[in-house]
């Protein structure tokens, strides 16, 4: 009887030559091979992966049902068919494949992730949750699993107890480039609260309470190492925790001054210390508590004088309050090992981000008036601080980026440079120009922007995070055309509406863009931003100067004042730290837009609406319009911004294309 396989060395060839990605020649070697062995489920599962690849679709789908029908029970070929039932945009039969999979191996990861980014992309985010959570029990270190449970999050509340997400929550807020964790703050919280004892240990802390009673709560919550992780990464945006670690803050500066600490809350102070780092000290302090820092300054001073030891807990005390930057003795103290996290936050960083400032170059010197006010705001306060970031599993050229933007373009028509140039105008601390550098494949950017703290702490987060394909330069965008370059694609979010003259900024970004090429401009919409507006209104009237004092008084007040009028400001993650606070209300300039200026400005400019960039906007769109050509029609979405007046509440973010039309 003759063998329905070939032999071991002859599938062997085949995969390497797969290896190798000489797909003619193994097609030519299976071919041959196929007419001696018409029934081999390996060569013909191998034939449609190659085919898959080719992107031959068709093909590929009969060669895997022929393999499934050999084998039913095949579990490969079933995954292989479910992956092109997926390419062909055959939804509902990849969904019976994969599960058909599942059904033949319960432990077939890949299948619980691909199941998941279909119900994902149908909208069924909690089904998609529960596939990518399947996913990560089977192997807890899929890192792509891990992308699509933070993809989602961004887009859906969790709202019901779900314990065993928490250690996943864990790992991504731990991860420095998966996920940022301001991005999925609601679900963290919500995790907090649903599935870890934060509600009931928050409920214990009151004004009068005894030490013992405040060390039980520390060390319960010391063990709560969400809170503890996500504490030492983001600005926790809720008020009921916010104020509830400053009474603990309280609590723990009288024990210090009293000299009773308990040691073993030092896990508790780390953290605490570097959410306060990262909000940049926006609780605020007393009078009380500033004499009793200044006691605790003078005793180790008196400490360090007489060649006592310093105590760790007086330092992370002390540096729940103020940088430690601000302390005399910071860098005389010897760094115990539980103490070099925080050392590193506060002194290391600093110097590092010191020494790259002097190493930027600049275009010119700022001398538009708006530009030198600007510049000023983020040299003092650098906007916006983080620690991680989500970056792009791997590169990719730009008509495979652009592609899943579902923007209203013709993909052979745009510019598809090797090494695209890109221009980041107006980069601050680096998100987005670090993101945009490991999204696009052998791109070179430039990032650009008015503060030398902010390119500083930018260029610090890209050396540590290895991305070394962006060039940060300071200067203003009214003086890119001295650079004399040009780009395929260039983005600006969130920058326009800070210029005296946004539409003049505007004008010189598209001068510098190449034809047929990519620009991404982030906007604020006047609609979305009333509640702001009043709340600027109020600033004016009281002429406030933008200091450290006055935002975090007038915080304060906007807080105790319980008016339902201010809720809405303090769900907004800038409301938690001082930066965020001073760029949201506080601007030197702010300009506000509508969908008809924008309309405006882009035929002044000779440039072609794309479509807008946010998922859940246009998620929200389709489902009053559902025509996919209303998808770019500006007038439908005025219509429906009227209707939805906080819909762009995260800025006008919209792709624009440079057409050959000249500008004047």
């Given amino acids: 009887m003759n063998p329905i396989e070939p032999s071991e ?19 030519k070697l299976s071919n041959e091979l196929i007419d001696e062995f018409p029934n081999s489920i390996l060569i013909q599962n191998i034939q449609g992966v190659v085919h898959t690849e080719l992107k031959n679709y068709k093909l590929a789908k009969n060669l895997f049902i022929k393999v499934v029908n050999l084998n039913p029970n095949y579990t490969d070929g079933h995954y292989n068919l479910a992956n092109v039932y997926n390419k062909l945009d055959e939804k509902e039969k990849a969904i019976e494949s994969y599960n058909k999979v599942i059904e033949l191996d319960i432990n077939y990861f890949k299948a619980h992730n691909n199941l998941g980014n279909i119900y994902r992309n149908k909208g069924l985010n909690k089904r998609a949750i529960e596939c990518y959570l399947s996913a990560l029990e089977i192997n807890s270190n899929y890192k792509v699993a891990y992308y699509n449970l933070a993809g989602v999050l961004q887009f859906y509340i969790l709202d019901e107890e779900k314990k065993n997400i928490n250690k996943y929550l864990l790992h991504l807020l731990k991860e420095k480039i998966i996920v940022r964790p301001n991005s999925i703050a609601p679900n963290i919280l919500n995790s907090l609260y649903l599935n870890t004892d934060l509600k009931e240990n928050l409920s214990l802390i009151k004004d009068k309470i005894t030490d013992k009673i405040v060390n ?54 780390i953290s605490l210390s570097m959410q306060c780092f990262l909000n940049e000290y926006i609780y605020g302090i007393t009078k009380d508590e500033v004499e009793k820092i200044n006691k605790i300054d003078e005793r180790i001073k008196k400490n360090l004088r007489q060649n006592k030891k310093i105590n760790d807990l007086e330092i992370l005390c002390l540096s729940c309050y103020e940088p430690l930057t601000n302390f005399s003795w910071c860098n005389k103290i010897n760094i115990s090992n539980k103490l070099k996290e925080i050392f590193k936050l506060h002194l290391n960083q600093n110097e590092i981000e010191n020494q790259i400032s002097k190493s930027i170059k600049s275009i010119s ?75 696009y494949k052998k791109s070179k950017i430039l990032a650009v922007d008015l503060s030398f703290k902010s390119l500083s702490y930018a260029k610090r987060k890209a050396n540590e995070l290895n991305i070394n394909n962006i060039d940060f330069i300071q200067g203003d965008i009214l003086d890119l055309k001295s650079i004399g370059r040009k780009f395929d694609i260039i983005e600006s979010v969130g920058v326009l509406h800070h210029m005296d003259n946004p539409f003049k900024g505007w004008k010189i970004l598209t001068s510098c863009l190449n034809n047929d090429s990519l620009m991404l401009i982030g906007l604020y919409s006047e609609n979305a931003r009333q509640h702001i507006i009043q709340i600027k209104n109020k600033i004016a009237k009281l002429k406030l100067k933008s200091n450290y004092k006055n935002i975090i008084k007038f915080r304060k007040d906007l807080i105790e004042s319980n008016s339902d009028q201010w809720s809405l400001i ?16 506080f601007h030197a300039k702010e300009h506000r837009f509508t969908i008809s200026i924008i309309k405006e400005y882009l035929n002044k400019l000779g440039l072609v609406f794309l479509g807008f960039e946010d998922p859940l906007v246009k998620e929200k769109f389709k489902k009053k319009y559902n025509n996919n050509f209303d998808l770019y029609n500006l007038d439908k979405w005025e219509i429906f911004e009227k209707e939805n007046p906080r819909i762009f509440a995260g800025m006008y973010q919209f792709w624009c294309m440079k057409s050959k039309k000249k500008i004047n």
Avoid at 230 to 240: A, E, G, T
Avoid at 242 to 258: C, D, F, M, S
Avoid at 570 to 585: A, E, N, Q
Wanted: net charge positive.
């Fill in 9 to 27: 060395n002859k599938i062997k060839e085949l995969i390497s030559l797969f290896d190798k990605k000489k797909f003619d020649q193994l097609l």
């Fill in 216 to 269: 039980n709560i520390l060390k319960n919550l010391q063990e709560n190492s969400l809170l503890m992780q996500f504490m030492k990464v983001c600005p926790i945006p809720d008020y009921h925790i916010e104020k509830n670690l400053v009474k603990l803050r309280t609590k723990v500066l009288n024990q210090t001054y009293k000299s009773n600490i308990d040691k073993d809350n030092i896990n508790f102070l």
């Fill in 365 to 439: 010197k700022v001398k538009d008036r708006i530009s030198v006010k600007v510049k000023k705001q983020y040299e003092e306060n650098p906007y916006p601080r983080w620690e991680n970031l989500g970056l792009s599993i791997e590169p990719r050229n730009i008509i495979a980026v652009i592609n899943d933007s579902d923007l209203d373009l013709d993909l052979k028509k745009i510019s598809n440079s090797e090494s695209p140039q890109i221009l980041i105008a107006g980069c601050g601390t680096g998100q987005h120009a670090i993101t945009t550098a490991s999204k």
């Fill in 570 to 585: 303090k769900s907004s993650p800038d409301f938690y730290t001082v930066s965020g606070v001073r760029d949201l209300l």
